[in-house]
């Protein structure tokens, strides 16, 4: 595994990374595509098998034309500002997430929604994140992590995710994968994607 030298731009998604959000998404989703006339995401199995990609690329494999999924993310956002009220972060994130905000640019990108995502943090005691990029701004975390490096050369990018396909993009998108295995995805799946580096625990975030 590589080492991360510094000084380090970190980017982390927020489902399965930062909230313990997996049951609140999945029937989140699940109603929302059931509500567009979608019932095959209801099967965990089906709902993981989306994120071995971009989320929006892995509802058009289950063959949900490109305007279906355009209503449901906007019903999926509605659902979600209400559900995620509850949903506690994971130990540690808190504590990991403003040790490294004092140290430089921290971002969250995410398939979530910015305000969502935004107001959770708050709720949560994470103030110091710079700016949240959700699938409303961009539903592609490869262009969003693009351009967050080219704000940012002179720093070393880390995108910090649980699925394979924030493998994909990470390195998609030229920078390095690490992979964390409180997530959604197991550390099976996580290596499928080739991780630079797999943390096993919140309290190393950012350590040497």
Same mark, same amino acid.
């Given at each position: 595994?590589?080492r991360? $030298?510094?000084? !380090?731009?970190?980017?982390?998604?927020? +489902?399965?990374?930062? &909230?313990?959000?997996?049951d609140?998404? /999945?029937?989140?989703?699940?109603?929302?595509?059931? $509500? /567009? =006339?979608? *019932?095959q995401?209801? +099967?965990?199995?089906i709902?993981?098998?989306?994120?071995?990609?971009?989320?929006?690329?892995?509802?058009?494999?289950?063959g949900?034309?490109?305007?279906?999924?355009?209503?449901?993310?906007?019903?999926?956002?509605r659902?979600? @500002?209400?559900?995620? *009220?509850?949903? %506690?972060?994971?130990? =540690?994130?808190?504590? @990991?997430?403003?040790r490294?905000?004092?140290?430089?640019?921290?971002?969250?990108?995410?398939?979530?929604? $910015?305000?969502?995502?935004?107001a959770?943090?708050?709720?949560?005691?994470?103030? =110091?994140?710079?700016?949240?990029?959700?699938?409303?701004?961009?539903?592609?975390?490869?262009?969003?992590?693009?351009?967050?490096? &080219?704000?940012?050369? &002179?720093?070393?990018?880390?995108?910090?995710?649980?699925?394979?396909?924030?493998?994909? *993009?990470?390195?998609?998108?030229?920078? %390095? &994968?690490v @992979?964390?295995t409180?997530?959604?995805?197991?550390?099976?799946?996580?290596?499928?994607?080739?991780? +630079? !580096?797999?943390?096993?625990s919140?309290?190393?975030?950012?350590?040497?």
């Amino acid at each position: 595994m590589k080492r991360m $030298t510094p000084p !380090l731009l970190w980017m982390f998604d927020f +489902d399965g990374v930062i &909230a313990d959000s997996l049951d609140i998404f /999945h029937t989140s989703l699940a109603d929302a595509c059931r $509500t /567009h =006339g979608y *019932e095959q995401i209801r +099967d965990r199995a089906i709902f993981l098998d989306i994120f071995d990609h971009n989320m929006v690329a892995g509802l058009l494999q289950l063959g949900i034309p490109s305007e279906r999924i355009t209503a449901i993310l906007s019903d999926l956002g509605r659902r979600l @500002a209400t559900a995620m *009220e509850p949903c %506690q972060p994971f130990a =540690g994130i808190p504590e @990991a997430i403003n040790r490294l905000v004092a140290q430089g640019p921290v971002y969250v990108v995410t398939s979530n929604l $910015t305000a969502v995502v935004r107001a959770y943090l708050d709720r949560h005691g994470m103030h =110091g994140v710079r700016d949240v990029l959700g699938s409303d701004r961009n539903p592609s975390k490869q262009a969003k992590i693009r351009a967050l490096v &080219a704000q940012w050369p &002179a720093l070393s990018p880390v995108y910090v995710g649980d699925t394979l396909g924030d493998m994909e *993009e990470a390195h998609a998108a030229g920078v %390095q &994968a690490v @992979a964390v295995t409180w997530g959604w995805h197991n550390v099976n799946r996580l290596d499928r994607g080739h991780p +630079d !580096l797999v943390l096993r625990s919140p309290l190393t975030l950012g350590l040497p």
